[in-house]
């Protein structure tokens, strides 16, 4: 089985600084992929990034980027310049590949940022 | 951009009531999906379903539910006699593959059931 774990329930970083949540997992597997969601207060689960695990390359979009490291089965996130808008509740998820039919995801507990102006 | 689109966005419920949750999935999506959110904790995985019939699903989808794509175009979720503890936010989801680029979620449907 996957599991997922989000050790930070809670964070806070001011506007315009940088700041990284974390994320483990645990599998078994050896193809897989990581991504990381945003519920935003609307409660909309907003897809950030999304890592394959077989690609060493750390996954960025804009200011999202990720520090993905296989042997230890982390997958965290780096947030910079941080917005406003970035205040939100941050999910980690794995999802295994699969040949066949379609592919679930197993989600962390979650961090809840709020980002101070 | 397309979008997922979920309706109701809030349904009030009794206990031992049917309900049908709708989604409306990405037109050229092939996969689709729901999941559920107990206020407070995790999204939790409830069924996948491809080419017409359930491709996976999870401990928590009981013979309570059940998924249908009725016309092409609808993909619903119905709860035959809901409980207190199936109150929660139900997402939709549809992708254009087999999901490993991620998801286009709907924004909810969250279920009070009294």
Not at chain 2, 91 to 101: D, E, I
Request: with cysteine.
């Amino acid at each position: 089985a996957q599991t997922v774990t989000q050790s930070q329930p809670e964070m806070s970083v001011q506007e315009a600084e940088t700041v990284t949540l974390s994320c483990t997992y645990d599998t078994s597997e050896n193809n897989y992929y990581l991504f990381w969601y945003k519920q935003p207060p609307s409660r909309q689960m907003i897809l950030v990034i999304r890592q394959e695990a077989y690609k060493q390359q750390n996954a960025t979009e804009n200011r999202f980027s990720v520090n993905f490291q296989k042997a230890a089965k982390s997958f965290s996130l780096k947030i910079s310049d941080s917005q406003l808008g970035d205040t939100a509740m941050y999910f980690c998820a794995f999802m295994k590949h699969e040949i066949t039919g379609a592919n679930n995801l197993f989600f962390g507990t979650g961090t809840r940022l709020t980002v101070i102006p | 951009e397309p979008e997922v689109t979920q309706t109701p966005s809030h349904q009030v419920t009794q206990m031992g009531q049917e309900v049908i949750l709708r989604c409306v999935p990405i037109s050229n999506h092939l996969y689709f999906y729901w999941y559920r959110q107990i206020l407070g904790q995790k999204v939790e995985f409830l069924v996948s379903f491809y080419n017409n019939e359930i491709s996976e699903k999870s401990e928590i989808f009981d013979d309570q539910f059940s998924v249908e794509r009725p016309d092409g175009s609808n993909f619903t979720l119905k709860i035959r006699s809901t409980k207190l503890e199936d109150s929660a936010m139900y997402f939709c989801a549809s992708s254009g593959t087999q999901g490993s680029y991620g998801y286009t979620f709907g924004s909810g449907t969250r279920l009070t059931v009294v």
